[in-house]
């Protein structure tokens, strides 16, 4: 395996960087069709500007309902690329998912599920129907240097850990992100057209609202966390952060309610200064900012009793839970 050159934002000249990558793209796709996952992510949004503006209609776009999204994510993200002129299918495979995690609570193993899941089950159908040979997706470098390093293992990397795509899921997988950070993806998505709301987005994680659930992953668990993301956005978006998010701890915590005991749940507030995720703080809210948030985390998600907020730096915390 060869060492992944890195392009550093200072260095980086988007115009370049793109022509370079369609081309690419193109010379290895030939005259043959490639599909790619769009998860509305910065990573993927980029990724399929990319991959339409070297292949057209050639390059069949996907939006994978697993189940673990934001609320209302598939629908909001496929209506964007249409008025960009890029049509993307909705794959609903949301019980392929809560069936790979039934019974799983090792971290690990979760992420590994999901990857397995994602690359062998669900894309692996969608390649044989297409006829596809390629499949292009947004890895970074930060995803890559994670992985290695047994940081943690992120659900887009595979080459660099020994493993042959085109042996494990029957095709090829082309990274045209993969020497950029992330502040330079941005500066990417911005030259390729996106909107600001989607070139300045806030980063997700490869498998979704799973990476915010510590235990065992359930319908039931995923529509709590999803309810708690949904406050934690509305009332940190303006904060000027990297990142934030709502994390739903595993063991239930005394609480009380209406003079009674009330033995509820548990949600970990992140919100984190960042310029690429490899290093991070947790960002200094106005405790009146804190407040309100837990206030309305535990009056509008049903069954939250304690509201926590993380204060521990990257490293040796990551961003996300899991």
């Known amino acids: 395996m060869s060492e992944i050159a890195e392009v550093k934002l ?45 292949l057209g209609s050639r390059l069949k776009t996907y939006f994978v309902n697993n189940g673990l999204m934001r609320e209302n994510e ?18 609903d495979a949301q019980e392929e998912f809560f069936n790979a995690l039934k019974s799983i609570t090792d971290p690990e193993e979760k992420r590994e599920a999901i990857t397995q899941t ?34 943690k293992r ?13 042996e494990a899921f029957g095709y090829k997988i082309i990274e045209p992100l993969v020497q950029l950070r992330k502040d330079g993806v941005r500066k990417v998505a911005q030259a390729l057209g996106l909107p600001e709301s989607m070139f300045r987005r806030m980063p997700f994680p490869g498998p979704a609202l799973a ?15 999803r309810v708690a993301t949904k406050i934690v956005e509305e009332e940190l978006s303006s ?20 003079g009674k005991r009330d033995f509820g749940l ?43 907020y993380n204060i521990t730096t990257k490293p040796p915390s990551t961003m996300e839970a899991i």
């Open 118 to 151: 994602f690359y062998k089950d669900v894309f692996g159908k969608l390649v044989k129907m297409s006829g596809a040979k390629y499949l292009l997706q947004g890895t970074i470098l930060t995803d890559v240097d994670e992985t290695v390093a047994g940081i």
């Open 10 to 54: 200072q260095d980086l000249n988007t115009q370049d960087f793109i022509e370079e990558k369609v081309r690419q793209i193109s010379s290895l796709v030939g005259e043959a069709e490639a599909i790619n996952a769009l998860s509305g992510g910065v990573d993927s949004s980029a990724v399929t500007m990319l991959g339409h503006r070297a």
């Open 74 to 91: 598939p629908q909001e993200i496929v209506s964007l690329f249409k008025k960009l002129g890029v049509n993307v299918e909705i794959v």
């Open 154 to 166: 992120q659900h887009n990397v595979f080459e660099q850990l020994g493993i042959d795509p085109q």
């Open 239 to 258: 904060s000027g952060a990297f990142q934030y998010m709502a994390i739903l701890h595993q063991d239930r915590v005394t609480g009380m309610r209406l």
């Open 211 to 225: 990476a915010r659930i510590i235990g065992e992953v359930t319908l039931e668990k995923i529509k709590t966390v």
């Open 266 to 308: 548990q949600i970990e507030v992140r919100c984190w200064d960042s310029v690429d995720a490899r290093k991070a703080a947790p960002r200094r809210l106005p405790y009146d900012t804190l407040d309100r948030l837990a206030n309305r985390v535990v009056t509008e998600v049903g069954g939250v009793v304690s509201v926590t």
